[in-house]
């Protein structure tokens, strides 16, 4: 129970910070893609603060793996987040950083309770949004052949490839342009499954609440008129009651002689 506290307590103490060094990543990562033309010490710090917030994550997965109570269970119950942490030691790519942090960070917005379902949806959308067209402009800019040169394509392309509209004006032509589609597509479908749950739920639980308030005054009334009838039985047998009392007993007859 103690060391379950402990986990808890450095849960809730990293939460803010990590959620902070994850707008960092943003930034580290943003810059080099629409300045390339920035001095060669900008892209180096871009590159150094991108590490340092992956490696920020790694760690705070192991103190919680340390803090768990039970190791293999949180190995079990935290697939992705290991997932995550080892993915960038296979191969040191940008966007392999940018997906293992993405994973790392959704998975910690999940878990802060100031964060409704509705802002983690909207925040999902804008962040796969936002990196899906710097990811793919950065692979796609110096493809030969390829027709997303600008970052307005790139944005063009994330917002109709997420909605699974595709109008295909823009494409990707590299195989890594591909399967950021392929993940933008398969994210936009879930997405819009979980914004199309949450407003049936709504429903659901509006006409819940309306039936519950109908069956709530069908009782009172049932229940009033229960009593409505309890009283004027009371009040039938008091008259009775009183009648028979007030009326006097007739005298005996004397006999006739």
């Not at 802002?119 to 997303?148: C, Q, W």
């Not at 195989?175 to 499954?193: H, K």
Request: glycine share 8%.
């Amino acid at each position: 129970m103690k060391q379950r506290t402990a986990q808890i307590r450095w849960e809730q103490r990293m939460q803010t910070p990590l959620l902070a060094l994850a707008l960092v990543f943003a930034v580290a990562y943003a810059v080099p893609i629409m300045a390339p033309g920035a001095p060669r010490w900008a892209h180096m710090a871009c590159l150094v603060a991108e590490w340092v917030v992956w490696g920020t994550f790694a760690l705070d997965y192991v103190v919680r793996l340390v803090l768990a109570p039970g190791k293999w269970l949180f190995v079990r119950s935290h697939p992705l987040d290991l997932v995550a942490v080892l993915l960038p030691l296979v191969q040191p790519l940008r966007l392999l950083r940018l997906v293992s942090t993405l994973l790392l960070v959704g998975r910690r917005a999940r878990m802060a309770p100031q964060i409704t379902l509705t802002t983690y949806v909207g925040g999902a959308v804008v962040g796969l949004m936002m990196f899906g067209s710097l990811a793919v402009l950065h692979v796609e800019r110096d493809a030969p052949g390829g027709n997303i040169k600008t970052l307005g394509d790139a944005v063009w392309w994330s917002f109709t490839t997420m909605t699974t509209v595709g109008y295909g004006d823009h494409a990707p032509t590299t195989g890594l342009g591909r399967l950021l589609a392929v993940g933008l597509m398969i994210s936009g479908i879930a997405l819009l499954g979980v914004v199309t749950a949450n407003i049936a739920a709504w429903f659901i639980s509006r006409f819940e609440r309306d039936d519950a308030e109908e069956r709530r005054q069908t009782a009172l009334l049932e229940a009033l008129t229960h009593e409505v009838r309890e009283l004027r039985a009371e009040v039938a047998r008091l008259s009775g009651t009183e009648g028979t009392a007030s009326v006097p007993e007739p005298a005996p007859s004397s006999p006739r002689s």
